[in-house]
């Protein structure tokens, strides 16, 4: 089973600042997604990258398959950014493992 | 992109009664669905594969008569809470893959279920 891990497990920024959130696993994979949990719980997927760079808005994802690591950066942190962002990769078959999550809170 | 949806958002029943979470794929043919169960600060568990005009593999521990789930169709997949008890409340979420693609998978919304 693909093992996921996340850092850090909780986090609060000032608002305007640079965050970064990383994602290590333990099996390779060919693809790696980033998902945000709102409070009320909605899921809402943010990328799906199998390597280097994405970026939507203020919000950047990189992959290093070869280090097995992902990182998501958001820059100029808003409070409506406050969220639990989760990385999820494949495990075997189709099904996918989901890492434990980081709790960002921007305060303005 | 592709969009996953899931029916109801929010649902609160009462001990005993069955609810019916609906997952559908709205653009594209989705072969197989997962669905995912989120316990209070925790991580998403896989609870059950399921596939098209085919019975639901569930994962161990997940019990099959409690959580019925048919997919029916390329676009809808449908669990089934029977005898709700309360310890059965959670987040239950659902995604859905491409037929041409097993790592493209799609994320629905979720739905949170109160039993009371």
């Known amino acids: 089973k693909n093992e996921v891990e996340q850092s850090p497990q909780n986090l609060t920024a000032q608002e305007g600042e640079f965050i970064t959130i990383n994602c290590s696993y333990s099996?390779?994979?060919?693809?790696l997604h980033w998902l945000q949990q709102h409070p009320g719980g909605g899921i809402v997927s943010l990328f799906m990258l199998s390597s280097g760079k994405k970026k939507h808005g203020r919000l950047i994802a990189t992959i290093n398959i070869q280090e097995k690591h992902s990182s998501l950066h958001i820059t100029a942190s808003h409070p409506r950014d406050s969220a639990v962002y989760i990385c999820?990769?494949?495990?075997?078959?189709?099904?996918?493992?989901f890492g434990p999550g980081t709790r960002l809170s921007v305060l303005p | 992109g592709a969009v996953v949806s899931q029916h109801p958002s929010r649902v609160i029943c009462k001990s005993g009664t069955s609810v019916k979470i609906e997952c559908r794929s709205l653009?594209?043919?989705?072969?197989?669905m997962f669905w995912y169960r989120q316990f209070p600060k925790k991580s998403l568990m896989l609870m059950a594969t399921?596939?098209?005009?085919?019975?639901?593999?569930?994962e161990q521990g997940v019990e099959k008569d409690k959580f019925l789930i048919n997919h029916a169709s390329l676009t809808l997949s449908t669990l089934t809470v029977t005898s709700a008890h309360p310890e059965d409340s959670s987040f239950y979420i659902c995604s859905a893959t491409t037929l041409d693609s097993s790592y493209e998978q799609y994320f629905g919304p979720g739905t949170r279920l109160t039993v009371t």
């Open positions: 399921s596939n098209e005009g085919s019975k639901a593999t569930y």
């Open positions: 653009d594209f043919q989705a072969t197989t």
């Open positions: 999820a990769v494949p495990n075997y078959g189709q099904n996918f493992v």
């Open positions: 099996v390779g994979i060919s693809a």
